[in-house]
T-cell receptor, first 112, second 113 residues
């Protein structure tokens, strides 16, 4: 089955700098790649996604890049703020199936 | 907006005990999921349900049962708790089985003594 590797387990950046979280996947049939944010003591909530028909998507300060050849996708958070501090999970899904495969999570700390 | 409510928030059990976790959603979503979150690991799918009375096994279904008797609720039973087990169980829902955005509850933290 699909395996999603999330490369950074922890990441610290200074407020205003950019943060980048990288994920790789194994199944070439995966075509949908969402990112979720988990704040302390809460469930995950959706932040941004990308589908395999594009290689870049931006929503305000969040940019997702997808390199299908390398089976790699990344989340870029620009102009970071302290409230961006959380655990971020990447995931991959084959649209023909129900299961999302999640990475292990990256704990991001934004230092004021 | 809607909300997913998981009860209890914290569950302490004994080895071998049968334990039930409950999840309610008021989004009127068709599809519901149970994921297990272990420290340092990604979420793993235990069971999901496309609609009322439907049950589908995920990758981690062994040792668990699930029940979807109403559209709004989805319960998960640990059939025999394992000693020293610690995990967070997350319930999620989506509009239907083709929707790709999941809405999560805040989790039930299980500790087995």
């Amino acid at each position: 089955g699909e395996k999603v590797e999330q490369h950074e387990s922890t990441l610290s950046v200074r407020e205003g700098d950019s943060a980048v979280i990288n994920c790789t996947y194994t199944d070439t049939a995966s075509s949908y790649f969402p990112w979720y944010k988990q704040e302390a003591g809460k469930g995950l909530h959706f932040v941004i996604d990308i589908r395999s028909n594009v290689d870049r998507k931006q929503s305000q300060r969040l940019i997702v890049l997808l390199d299908k050849k390398a089976k790699r996708f990344s989340l870029h958070i620009t102009a970071t703020q302290p409230e961006d501090s959380a655990i971020y999970f990447c995931a991959a899904k084959n649209t023909g199936y129900q299961n999302f495969y999640f990475g292990k999570g990256t704990s991001l700390t934004v230092i004021p | 907006g809607g909300i997913i409510t998981q009860t209890p928030k914290f569950l302490i059990g004994q080895e071998g005990q049968k334990l039930t976790l409950k999840c309610q959603q008021n989004f009127n979503h068709d599809t519901m999921y149970w994921y297990r979150q272990d420290s340092g690991k990604g979420l793993r799918l235990i069971y999901y349900s496309i609609t009322e009375n439907d049950l589908q096994k995920g990758d981690l279904s062994e040792g668990y049962d699930a029940s979807r008797e109403k559209k709004s609720s989805f319960s998960l039973t640990v059939t025999s708790a394992q000693k020293n087990e610690m995990a967070v169980f997350l319930c999620a829902s989506s509009i239907d089985n083709s929707a790709e955005t999941l809405y999560f509850g805040s989790g039930t933290r299980l500790t087995v003594l």
